[in-house]
């Protein structure tokens, strides 16, 4: 079946504009993730989503950086006034279940590259 | 973070065995993951372990201590499609940080003719 699709795949922005990343996990998967991923840096956990509910929020580097999930299904990770030190991959990951106590397969998506000029 | 910690770099000859290390803080383990990641790629699943042990999957096997908080990914017979980064990942057991994920910066794995 389809994997985790990301849109765009990549987006030069300039600094102060605001900019939308989607993501689509695989059908079916109720827990949704967002990382980052710097040069020379690891991945970096952003934010978790359970359904359409967001129990943790805890690695959004700052109030600039939201994200939102609807219908259980895609997800939009938003980010305001972009600087250039958010210019990194945005990865999303999606889990069948995620539940509590359960550790499952995460599943990634390809990406998006953001430049901020 | 939690200290999530693999050698940056490795390299090896085609035909050969690397062993990639992994080690992690114990307190709160949850499970271990290892993913590879070719350069401009998504992460993509190798292995999954919960329990003490060696888990073996065709020419990727990967073992875990828990006691120790250590880990290790073994490549047998490498091919030059194996160079990529490698990377170890651990999940917590922290009430609303289940499920997250916490990265080493990756290995990364030059195969060379």
């Known amino acids: 079946g389809a994997g985790v699709s990301q849109s765009p795949s990549n987006k030069v922005t300039e600094k102060g504009k605001d900019v939308e990343l989607r993501c689509d996990p695989i059908?079916?998967?109720?827990?949704l993730y967002w990382y980052r991923q710097s040069l020379g840096q690891g991945l970096e956990f952003l934010i978790y989503?359970?359904?359409?509910?967001?129990?943790?929020k805890s690695g959004l580097p700052s109030d600039r950086f939201s994200a939102e999930r609807t219908g259980g299904s895609v997800s939009t990770l938003t980010i305001q006034r972009t600087q250039q030190e958010d210019s990194a991959v945005y990865l999303c990951?999606?889990?069948?279940?995620?539940?509590?106590?359960?550790?499952?397969?995460?599943?990634f998506g390809p990406g998006t590259r953001l430049t901020v000029l | 973070g939690q200290n999530i910690d693999q050698p940056t770099e490795m390299t090896a000859t085609e035909g050969a065995i690397v062993q990639i290390n992994c080690t992690y803080q114990?307190?709160?383990?949850?499970?271990l993951f290892w993913y590879q990641q070719h350069a401009g790629e998504a992460p993509t699943f190798l292995s999954y372990?919960?329990?003490?042990g060696l888990e073996e999957k065709g020419r990727f096997s990967s073992f875990l201590s828990r006691s120790k908080g250590y880990s290790y990914l073994l490549l047998k017979e490498l091919q030059m499609k194996d160079s990529a980064s490698y990377l170890c990942?651990?999940?917590?057991?922290?009430?609303?940080?289940?499920?997250?994920?916490?990265f080493g910066r990756g290995t990364q794995l030059t195969v060379w003719p």
């Open positions: 059908s079916g998967h109720t827990a």
């Open positions: 372990n919960v329990l003490d």
């Open positions: 989503f359970q359904g359409n509910s967001a129990p943790d």
């Open positions: 990951a999606s889990s069948p279940r995620g539940r509590a106590g359960v550790t499952d397969t995460q599943y």
């Open positions: 114990t307190s709160g383990f949850n499970g």
């Open positions: 990942a651990v999940s917590f057991d922290r009430g609303s940080t289940l499920g997250r994920l916490y």
